[in-house]
């Protein structure tokens, strides 16, 4: 049953992929991308991979097409007729593709328990994190204990591509006052996103601290987080959501919380362990790793939120601008 | 305590140090701190590298988790050399970047630009220092993404479209060297890197493996821009701010070479790579077209920076050609010039700068005459210029000795003929530029406007590298020293993993 769950998912994923190849209207594209990592999020789901599952559904479906949408705004929904030549690119892309099928003809089978995936590392992460770490969400203890060098690695791009975005384009306050900003005007989805907009946090709030114990944790929460905040700005226009996180604090909040998460570190150095060894944060290891874990994700957390409104602030404060020239 | 740590603080300091920088947002403040982060990470790797020369290998578990199952820092002679050149470049172009980016770079920018300098110097030290194949793509992911934002912060709009081209051909390559490592630790169930040359060495055979292997290089031959991979390269360096251009130039590429020489002598062993699946020849023939087309392309364009950039994407040529050979002197050729053309470029392209600053252009007709005007930076420019050509007593002699060396010592005259042949090209286009500053005069219309030597911070930062120019040149005894360890290491590396093949099977390496 769930191998043909999977054919059904993969085959209206290449269906997806293949009409986002076709299709002129990039609106239309950008709405097809989000099925698309909708439809990607569930074939983890199938393969018991509720992590990433979480992680494509509210990144890949959730923020990008927000960011995509703006983009658009700035931009114009209409793709530009290529004048390049097709010829090589196709070649490219097919020698490409032929590659990666070549290289599945001695792929291990695929889900066999014999598989060296199963076999070299994970078994120790499987028998032990529970002992070691002390975590029941082993994906947690992978990620940010075992690996957590990478896991700051990245909190690292995601603050990179927030400097990057900001030396492009900048947050411009909008100067003149009576900017009609926002759709104030429209009462039911004002009324309806004040209900919305403290549950959300909350379900941010819940996935960030729950993600020792379920699928969650920083990245995810950041994620939530900057939505709620994001309805906020698209229905009370730029301006009222300055009033509430100004994009000069963003910047700090993106700032701190890679510090926060690096303090870690730099805390169990000095209390003689290893950079982000969490067992000298305390004197029993367990608690020890418990805190760090704790720590870090918020970190994460922190910088993840701050650079994804930041992100939409740049780029909807540019749209704003082009729509009143 | 700073000894024990001292393989990871290279990675920390930058990365701690670029947070900052973003929050004291003064221009001054966040230049003064950036010099200072990147200086002590300097002189960590000084240490390190003496360290790494006297103990071999030294290794760091991230974490306090053992490898294979944590993350594993490894240092020894070949990274630790190449991290050297890394921090060192970084540091001058830092001091000289204060004065440059004035000029350059929009004012609101400038805490922009040393958050994205420090960013990009941590990932590139994240690089070379890591011993984790997963580790080392998200240093790379750092250090792309900051590379991407220096280009785009020139004040030229056209910096833009070389920033995008950039970032297109260099995500490609992100992802290909993503796919690489995929495919390997789907066959290996590894990622530490030291685990993966045992695990890899029982699949010898195995198409995932090759595939991976294909992924990696040309991955790799993107970011180091090897022809026919390069078109990103030379509007990328043309159109950025001349001290990122600078810093680029000497290091980003450079370390992308380190990348592919740890991922062909280390994780899948020269047997693997150069006999089973004849990558010497493949790599030997890129590397003479990229000598003989790059540097011709480099005789005929108008645009100074244009010029130095083929000419780096020719001089890549000659660093793979070196690996290419496969001996030890060969490596150590490739290991040389990796640090010698670090000093050069790095002098050539803040010459450059310094022109850009009090001529405003960098074409080749605003050079005329400023021999007279601008002395010591024409100077320091010949100097860096001869060591490009490779005139005796320079350092860039020192790297092309090598490589002739090497090549002669395996009977091949052609490839060492051509190496001295390409030089001729550098002769050509170094001379243009000097002949226009030398024996031009300078133009009538010209002639009103001050134009005169540029502000001390920018001079010290470039003659210092000028000096090392010579002083490697005539001293070889560090470069050498740390090369031919470097080079010897990896191929004993690369020895005792295939003895261990044989002898023991799977036995772990690292426990």
């Known amino acids: 049953m769930a191998e043909f769950i999977d054919l059904v998912l993969l085959a209206m994923l290449a269906l997806t992929a293949l009409r986002i190849i076709f299709l002129k209207d990039l609106f239309a594209v950008v709405m097809l991308f989000g099925i698309y990592s909708f439809l990607s999020a569930l074939i983890f789901v199938n393969l018991d991979a509720v992590d990433v599952a979480f992680t494509e559904a509210s990144v890949g479906a959730g923020i990008s097409t927000v960011l995509m949408l703006v983009t658009l705004a700035m931009t114009g929904r209409k793709e530009k007729q290529s004048t390049h030549s097709t010829i090589l690119p196709l070649f490219v892309v097919l020698v490409t593709g032929a590659a990666l099928i070549y290289g599945t003809l001695d792929m291990p089978p695929f889900g066999h328990p014999d598989n060296p995936v199963h076999q070299h590392v994970a078994p120790r992460y499987i028998e032990e994190s529970p002992k070691e770490v002390g975590l029941p969400n082993m994906v947690t203890s992978v990620l940010a204990s075992y690996r957590g060098f990478d896991t700051l690695g990245e909190t690292v791009v995601v603050f990179s591509a927030v400097i990057g975005v900001l030396s492009l384009l900048g947050v411009r306050r909008t100067k003149k006052k009576d900017l009609e900003s926002g759709l104030e005007t429209h009462k039911v989805l004002h009324v309806v996103s004040k209900i919305i907009i403290p549950l959300v946090i909350l379900f941010a709030l819940y996935v960030q601290f729950h993600g020792d114990f379920g699928p969650g944790g920083g990245f995810q929460a950041g994620v939530i987080a900057a939505a709620a905040f994001i309805l906020y700005a698209l229905v009370l226009g730029l301006p009222k959501a300055f009033a509430v996180v100004g994009p000069k604090f963003l910047q700090w909040m993106a700032a701190a919380g890679v510090l926060l998460y690096a303090s870690v570190g730099l805390y169990s150095m000095y209390k003689g362990g290893n950079f982000l060894d969490y067992n000298t944060l305390a004197a029993d290891p367990i608690a020890g790793q418990h805190y760090g874990i704790i720590i870090i994700e918020l970190g994460v957390g922190i910088t993840v939120f701050a650079v994804m409104l930041n992100i939409f602030y740049a780029f909807g404060s540019q749209a704003e601008r082009s729509n009143i020239q | ?511």
């Not at chain 2, 974490?63 to 294979?68: C, D, L």
């Not at chain 2, 970047?97 to 929009?106: A, F, G, H, L, R």
């Open chain 2, 1 to 511: 305590m700073l000894e024990q740590h001292l393989t990871a603080l290279p990675i920390i300091l930058p990365l701690i140090a670029a947070p900052i920088a973003l929050i004291l947002g003064r221009s001054v403040l966040s230049w003064g701190f950036a010099t200072l982060a990147s200086g002590l990470a300097f002189l960590f790797s000084w240490q390190l590298l003496s360290a790494a020369l006297s103990e071999g290998v030294i290794s760091y578990a991230v974490g306090g988790w053992a490898p294979p199952w944590g993350i594993e820092l490894r240092v020894d002679a070949a990274n630790a050399f190449v991290l050297l050149a890394v921090t060192a470049i970084s540091t001058l172009v830092l001091v000289y970047s204060k004065d440059s980016i004035e000029k350059e770079v929009k004012a609101a920018n400038h805490s922009l630009f040393y958050t994205a300098h420090l960013l990009c110097l941590a990932g590139l030290s994240g690089i070379l220092i890591t011993g984790d194949a997963f580790n080392l793509f998200v240093f790379l992911e750092i250090s792309s993404l900051a590379t991407y934002t220096l280009v785009s912060l020139a004040s030229d709009r056209r910096c833009l479209t070389a920033a995008f081209r950039y970032l297109v051909m260099g995500t490609i390559g992100a992802t290909f060297i993503l796919i690489g490592v995929g495919l390997l630790y789907m066959k290996t169930g590894t990622l530490n890197m030291m685990d993966l040359a045992v695990r890899i060495d029982a699949y010898d055979s195995s198409r995932t493996i090759n595939t991976g292997l294909a992924f990696i290089m040309v991955g790799v031959s993107i970011k180091l821009a090897l022809f026919p991979l390069h078109m990103w390269l030379p509007p990328a360096y043309t159109h950025a701010p001349s001290a990122v251009t600078a810093f680029l130039a000497s290091t980003a590429t450079k370390v992308a070479v380190y990348v592919m020489i740890r991922f062909i002598f280390t994780v899948f062993g020269i047997d693997h790579v150069f006999v089973d699946m004849g990558m010497g020849l493949i790599l030997m023939a890129l590397a003479v077209v990229a000598i003989f087309k790059c540097s011709y392309m480099a005789t005929v364009q108008s645009n100074v920076k244009t010029v130095l950039a083929y000419s780096s994407v020719a001089q890549i040529g000659y660093m793979i050609l070196g690996l290419s050979l496969v001996s030890v002197t060969g490596l150590m050729a490739s290991m040389i010039h990796i640090f010698n053309h670090a000093l050069m470029k790095g002098a050539l392209f803040m010459a450059v700068g310094a022109v850009f600053y009090r001529v405003g252009s960098v074409d080749i007709k605003a050079f005329a005459g400023l021999g007279r005007k601008m002395p010591l930076t024409m100077a320091a420019f010949t100097i860096a210029g001869l060591s490009i050509i490779g005139v005796p007593l320079t350092a860039g002699f020192v790297s092309k000795w090598y490589l002739v060396t090497a090549a002669l010592e395996q009977g091949n005259w052609t490839v060492a003929a051509l190496v001295l042949i390409g030089s001729l090209f550098a002769i050509v286009y170094i001379g243009r530029i000097l002949e226009a500053a030398y024996f031009q005069k300078l133009p009538e219309s010209r002639s009103s406007e001050n134009i005169k030597e540029i502000s001390w911070l920018m001079l010290v930062p470039m003659w210092v590298l000028v000096i090392a120019n010579i002083y490697f040149g005539v001293d070889t005894s560090l470069t050498t020293e740390a090369a031919n360890s470097a080079s010897e290491w990896l191929f004993q590396t690369n020895n005792i993993l295939e003895n261990n093949m044989v002898e023991g099977n799977s036995q772990e390496v690292s426990s």
